[in-house]
């Protein structure tokens, strides 16, 4: 292309360093483009940071209502190993807390003659307090069933018609009974399973085991369930949260589209700004025009150098509004985050617990960044080229 | 050469016929507003006329777009103007260093004649400094070396003297001989001072746009 042989030709060092000699000169009004430019991609930046935090908060929550980032599941066949691989997920980087579960269903039985189907998920209480919030979900008794204890789901309890004291027998479809003394009764409809009810973990071949897993950060989802295969079974049925909580997963969609939205607006809004500064700079820098023209650069020359200027004060002012972004997410994360428990205790996702940590990406940091730098080069288009056509006759009567 | 239109149009040149050979030292002169730095401008191809032609080194600049007449004064046309010349953003070295630049010579190249021009009007110790912190004698000046830095076949000079005083105005002067000399270059320059156009060795006077003869 002919213009940039002629910047090549016309060595591209100079004409940056005489760009950056110009910016210097023109601080007091550069400095106001500049400060502009840096706060609002420090603010884009801190925002997506943000709500990138909210949502791992929000996904996390949920996960907590029962099946974690990464569930899977399998048939049972050699129960003995099961100890050693809730070891061996626990020692993962990148794996929080683990929950390992056996499902069977049964008949519960009381007095000989309530009946009630039961969904029977076999646990280890104090794992399950750490991993789900199920043990806030008790409306009578207490949660940790041990050894020929039993906890009811509320529908289950109603069916049968017994409280946190009573005694229930267990039907399972090998024909064996069991007794089971009840030490609470639960709010099901939060676990999701109307005919739930937890008995202590002990793992019997044909059940169904579970292993839920909380992670640091559910973009890592996708490579646990892929360490997963490598660990457990073949057979195993393996999903994530964006399989299990596809409404939350819309719903972020929809946060994260919003976020694109905002960095736009902002784009834009620093674009009228970018554009009026720049036809006040060519209007004053007329003459400067005239005389390049005499001297022998072509319109586009002219045109390019002026974005070259702006590509540079938005450049560095977008860099610096990245550090000065990236300096306020660690701030409040020094602070301990954002708790927003008390703003909305009426969303239990948010009431639920832990503040909101802001967490950065490349995507944070580019896409300010990029908005800014766009925007800038797209509002200087105009005044580019504007200073482009000035009449040198015109600009060099201009003093 | 018409500016304006209907009520408000003014003749700026009229019945214009003028050949300027290869090294010759021109001078136009006149009184404000008598046409001059119109001559000039269509003379470098700064705009074009309303009717006739205009040839620079053999070629016809009639009907040539904007882009086509700069790259014709890069490498060709050295210009001066009254004042406000220079590159303010520049350095001194920079605003001689410009046109060598814009016609793609190699750095060393480029080092080497500024220095040397530098040197040949005294201002080494001024290279790095910027067009605000030189007097107006001075500017004129480094506007001489960078107009002709690039060793133009044409300068032209539009009243550089009027804003020195005359031993200033002498100074550059013998700077514009003297490069006029050594580098071949065609000179024109226009002034309202007799003693300037004196300095040339063929002197225009122009009046109300047209040329009213040679002396």
């Known amino acids: ?399 | 050469m018409i500016y304006g239109q209907d009520s408000t149009c003014s003749l700026a040149l009229r019945d214009i016929s003028l050949t300027i050979s290869p090294a010759e030292f021109v001078s136009i002169m006149g009184t404000s507003g008598s046409g001059k730095t119109t001559l000039l401008s269509l003379a470098a191809g700064l705009c074009h006329p309303t009717s006739g032609r205009v040839e620079l080194l053999g070629r016809d600049l009639t009907g040539l777009r904007e882009g086509a007449l700069a790259r014709l004064r890069r490498r060709h046309v050295g210009f001066v103007f009254q004042t406000l010349n220079l590159m303010p953003a520049m350095t001194v070295a920079q605003n001689v260093e410009l046109p060598l630049v814009i016609t793609g010579q190699p750095a060393l190249q480029r080092a080497s004649r500024v220095q040397l021009l530098l040197h040949l009007a005294g201002l080494e110790d001024k290279a790095q400094a910027y067009p605000g912190a030189l007097s107006n004698g001075q500017q004129q000046q480094v506007a001489v070396l960078r107009a002709v830095a690039h060793r133009p076949d044409i300068i032209f000079l539009d009243e550089p003297t009027s804003s020195l005083d005359s031993e200033r105005a002498s100074v550059l002067l013998d700077l514009i001989a003297f490069l006029n000399r050594t580098e071949s270059s065609t000179v024109i320059l226009t002034t309202h001072d007799p003693i300037v156009a004196d300095r040339a060795s063929r002197r225009l006077h122009i009046r109300d746009g047209a040329l009213a003869g040679t002396f």
């Open chain 1, 1 to 399: 292309m002919r213009v940039i042989s002629q910047v090549q030709a016309g060595n591209w060092t100079f004409w940056v360093r005489v760009a950056g000699q110009s910016l210097r000169r023109r601080l007091s009004k550069g400095k106001i483009m500049f400060a502009g430019t840096a706060f609002s991609v420090a603010l884009l930046v801190f925002l997506q940071a943000f709500l990138n935090g909210v949502n791992d908060l929000v996904i996390h929550n949920a996960a907590r209502f029962r099946d974690g980032h990464v569930a899977a599941w399998w048939q049972a066949k050699d129960v003995e190993e099961l100890g050693a691989l809730a070891q061996r997920l626990r020692s993962l980087p990148e794996i929080e807390t683990v929950a390992l579960r056996t499902m069977r269903q049964g008949i519960l039985r009381h007095d000989g003659t309530a009946l009630a189907p039961a969904d029977l998920y076999g646990i280890d209480p104090a794992s399950e307090r750490n991993f789900s919030f199920v043990s806030g979900w008790m409306m009578g008794g207490r949660f940790d069933p041990g050894p020929g204890e039993i906890v009811l789901g509320h529908v289950v309890a109603g069916t049968l018609g017994v409280t946190a004291g009573d005694t229930v027998e267990l039907l399972l479809s090998t024909g064996t009974s069991t007794s089971l003394r009840v030490i609470g009764i639960l709010d099901a409809s939060q676990w999701g399973d109307p005919y739930t009810a937890f008995t202590n973990f002990d793992p019997a071949p044909n059940d169904t085991l579970e292993v839920a897993i909380l992670i640091t950060s559910p973009d890592q989802a996708d490579a646990v369930a892929s360490r997963l295969k490598g660990i457990l079974p073949e057979s195993a049925r393996i999903e994530t949260w964006r399989g299990l909580l596809g409404r939350l997963m819309e719903l972020v969609q929809i946060s994260n589209a919003a976020s694109v939205l905002t960095v736009a607006l902002v784009a834009l809004i620093l674009a009228f700004g970018i554009s009026s500064m720049t036809f006040v700079s060519v209007a004053e820098r007329t003459r400067e025009f005239g005389i390049l023209k005499t001297i022998g650069i072509t319109p586009l020359w002219i045109a390019c150098l002026l974005l070259c200027e702006t590509a540079l004060l938005i450049g560095a002012a977008a860099v610096a509004g990245v550090l000065l972004g990236v300096g306020a997410v660690r701030v409040i994360l020094l602070a301990g985050g954002v708790n927003m428990s008390g703003l909305f205790h009426y969303l239990p996702l948010f009431a639920s617990g832990g503040p909101v940590m802001p967490r950065l990406t490349l995507p944070a940091m580019l896409l300010p960044l990029l908005a800014a730098l766009f925007s800038g080069l797209v509002a200087s288009l105009l005044p580019s080229l504007k200073a482009a056509r000035i009449s040198v006759v015109e600009a060099l009567r201009t003093l």
